[in-house]
């Protein structure tokens, strides 16, 4: 099967095998930890993280008995810089009041979706909040965000692809990938 890459995708940062490993890796690091807590929550946040909250669930050992909720919360919009405004579009179905939740997050960039939930969940009286990231991008934190299991270090770059968008294109990417320059071009500052 020939795979086409699309339009305004310079480059691949890490592709499907890269993706697949660190995901095995944060399962076996999650897979310890929570050895004497079973039933963790893991608790997704739509859109980005769909598919590594999907992948993320199904490499843990089932002895784990994971169980998924999502959340939706958005601040960027059609831009490729944040609003700074975090704003929760979709709540969780259940309650997490005595559980052991673990936020998955597809990306932390300047910090701020992942406190903003930290702050949220945390207020609802949780066994115990962490977090598990894939994507950490260290180099423009506005806020601090205590980031618990961390997949790859990403280059300071806009990233696309495994479930990030770019005016809500290029989720459906099996690899994560940098945009050609041209593409924020209309962008205003
Ligand atoms: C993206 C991403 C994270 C957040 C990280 O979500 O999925 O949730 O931004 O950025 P930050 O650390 O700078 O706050 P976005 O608001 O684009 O919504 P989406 O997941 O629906 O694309």
């Known amino acids: 099967m020939t795979s086409v890459t699309p339009e305004g995708i310079e480059a691949i940062l890490f592709d499907a095998d890269e993706i697949s490993k660190a995901v095995a890796r944060l399962a076996g690091a999650i897979a310890r930890d929570y ?39 958005t601040s960027y919009g059609n831009a490729s810089r944040s609003s700074g405004e975090v704003r929760l579009l979709k709540d969780m ?45 260290p180099y423009r934190r506005r806020v601090d965000a205590k980031v618990d299991y961390t997949g790859l270090v990403c280059p300071d770059t806009f990233v696309v692809g495994y479930g990030l968008d770019y005016q809500e294109k290029y989720r459906n990417l099996p690899y994560l990938a940098k945009l050609e320059p041209w593409v924020f071009a209309g962008e205003v500052e």
Do not use: M, W
């Open 93 to 137: 179905s259940e309650s997490i009041e005595g559980k052991h939740v673990l936020i998955v997050e597809d990306i932390v960039d300047n910090g701020l979706t992942l406190s903003y939930l930290q702050d949220l969940l945390g207020r609802r009286h949780p066994a115990s909040l962490r977090s598990c990231v894939l994507l950490d991008k």
């Open 35 to 73: 050895a004497t807590d079973p039933s963790v929550l893991l608790v997704g946040v739509l859109k980005g993280a769909l598919f590594f909250t999907a992948d993320l669930a199904r490499a843990l050992p089932p002895s784990l008995d994971p169980r998924i909720d999502f959340l939706a919360v």
